[in-house]
């Protein structure tokens, strides 16, 4: 068992009157990509809000490489993109990244270089254009970046795949598997569709109503599938464990 | 911190629109000047005005272009023809009041550290960009410190450096005629002031976090601030300390100003949803 890179015990949240987080846990591994699937307002951003620091959870706990989330020390090894990606308008690409570079208080050109390339994000892809200029893709791939540039130990990507053509998406999972391969980074994947989060993750989590209603692996799922997976194939597959669970 | 200052630095030096403003303002700025500063050239006709106290205590109160001035004394009767042996003794005479002159008239030099404002903080909000610095484990206190700190300083910094070029440009030998302490505790009275000024609105931005409605309140605090002496160190009456007088209440307000502004600015940041 790998080491535990982020530990969710019995978080309750919370927000309008509406309960969004109802007693959610979950734990990840360090070498994992996990994937938290459930409909929209079911408390995945919500998650990623207390995670980020953004709200304080009514009850529970979490913590990032064993410091409870309250602390903000406890995000220095991490890299999020939470709802959509929060980005200086008026600087170039380039200049976002090594802003971010600044604020993590090292600017390395060779890691920037690297991540640019393999998300396509290069002036001679995107033109020379500023940040706040460009189309949705390329910002989603500019956040995910910018969340990669410090190589955090913990990785959070809110809803990114369902902004992201298919290239775009087989960039990204490429990265995201090199990543962790190379420096076991575990990373955190919320969507509403099963099959855009399939190829990347290695662990799915069913989310409903704010609380954690089943987990799987992907060799567990695998079993239960065709050898080469149709977009049709990996829903119905959702669909049928969704309703097992219910039984 | 130090990585956020840097940050913001670089961010200031790469932000192309804002520092082409901020030349926009200073050139501007540059040239409203040259219509109130008093030169050899113009001096034939304004002997009078220049050895008038009642003139240098209007003008050390409130912006008046030489025309308006030249209107102003001739109802009164005071624009008379002087000799050249005069003119020698008004030109000896006259750089103590030119340089306060010169301070008093800068007024649209406030609009820079207010754009300041707008862009580092007003934007922030709207754009989310803080969360870049909270998610990578900095505390709203020190985005905010760092902010507000960067502000001040550029709000200093610009100022200074404003006031020393027009100066510099059109009282070229202030500072050789004028004692250093007087010259440099003037100057960096007025930067202060400046920065104290900038403060309300930054707590508007704080509180607010709207582009566009900060943008209005900000541009009408400034409208205001060029008609109306509504803080007493706007001011900045360096009379009371020419003449031995106490600096420090007038000191105190500014940094009193600062501090209060401050606050009240990060109760509202540390209250605010940043999602």
């Keep these: 068992m790998g080491q535990t890179v982020l530990e969710v015990r019995d978080l309750g949240l919370s927000l309008g009157g509406k309960r969004v987080l109802d007693g959610l846990s979950l734990r ?26 953004l709200v ?49 208080g090292k600017v390395d050109r060779r890691r920037m270089g ?32 910018m969340a990669l540039l410090g190589q955090p130990k913990l990785l959070l990507l809110d809803n990114i795949f369902s902004g992201l053509d298919s290239d775009d998406a087989i960039r990204l999972t490429a ?23 399939w190829h990347a993750s290695t662990n799915f989590f069913r989310l409903e109503a704010g609380k954690i209603k089943a987990h799987y692996t992907k060799d567990e799922l695998l079993a239960r599938l065709p050898e080469e997976p149709a977009g049709a194939d990996l829903d119905a597959l959702w669909e049928t464990l969704g309703k097992e669970r219910e039984a | 911190m130090r990585n956020l200052m840097r940050a913001h630095w670089y961010r200031l030096l790469r932000s192309v629109l804002l520092l082409a403003a901020l ?22 006709e304004l002997p009078m005005l220049c050895t008038s106290g009642a003139f240098m205590s209007y003008a050390d109160s409130t912006s008046m272009s030489v025309s308006m001035a030249k209107g102003f004394f001739r109802k009164r009767g ?65 985005v905010y410190c760092s902010k507000l700190i960067f502000l001040f300083l550029c709000a200093f910094g610009v100022s200074l450096l404003g006031i020393c ?39 508007l931005v704080c509180a607010l976090r709207k582009t566009v409605v900060s943008g209005a309140i900000i541009l009408a605090y400034d409208f205001l601030l060029r008609f109306t002496s509504i803080f007493p160190m706007s001011k900045m009456d360096m009379s009371i300390w020419e003449q031995g007088g106490n600096i420090l209440p007038t000191l105190l307000w500014s940094v009193g100003i600062l501090l209060v502004c401050s606050a009240a600015g990060w109760f509202f940041f540390r209250k605010a949803k940043l999602n």
């Design chain 2, 23 to 44: 030349l926009v303002i200073l050139a501007c700025d540059l040239f409203l000047s040259t219509r109130v500063t008093v030169t050899t050239s113009n001096m034939r």
């Design chain 2, 165 to 203: 070029a027009l100066t510099g440009i059109y009282a070229g030998t202030v500072y050789s005629r004028l004692p250093a302490a007087y010259v440099w505790t003037r100057l960096a009275l007025h930067a202060l002031s400046d920065a104290a000024l900038m403060a309300p609105p930054l707590l």
């Design chain 1, 56 to 104: 304080s959870p009514e009850s529970g706990s979490a913590e990032i490489c064993g410091t409870d989330v309250s602390d903000p020390a406890s995000r220095k090894e991490t890299g999020m993109l939470v709802d959509e990606a929060s980005l200086w308008g008026e600087l170039s690409i380039a200049g976002n990244l090594e802003m971010q570079s600044r604020i993590l």
């Design chain 2, 78 to 142: 005071q624009l008379e023809e002087s000799s050249a042996e005069d003119l020698i003794g008004v030109f000896q005479d006259i750089h103590p009041f030119q340089f306060r002159w010169v301070l008093a008239t800068r007024r649209g030099m406030l609009a820079i550290p207010l754009i300041f404002a707008m862009a580092f903080l007003a934007m922030d909000f709207e754009r989310r960009s803080y969360l870049n610095a909270l998610y990578t484990g900095r505390s709203r206190a020190s």
């Design chain 1, 114 to 145: 690297k991540l640019m390339k393999a998300l396509e994000i290069l002036p001679r892809n995107t033109g020379s254009r500023r940040a706040g200029s460009c189309p949705e893709s390329i910002k989603l791939r500019l956040g995910a970046a």
């Design chain 1, 175 to 197: 990265l995201l598997r090199e990543e962790t391969e190379e420096r076991g980074m575990a990373t955190l994947l919320t969507g509403a569709f099963f099959p855009t989060l």
């Design chain 1, 28 to 53: 990840l591994e360090a070498g994992r990509i996990a994937a938290l699937i459930g409909p929209s307002g079911c408390g995945k951003t919500a998650l990623l809000r207390v995670l980020g620091g």
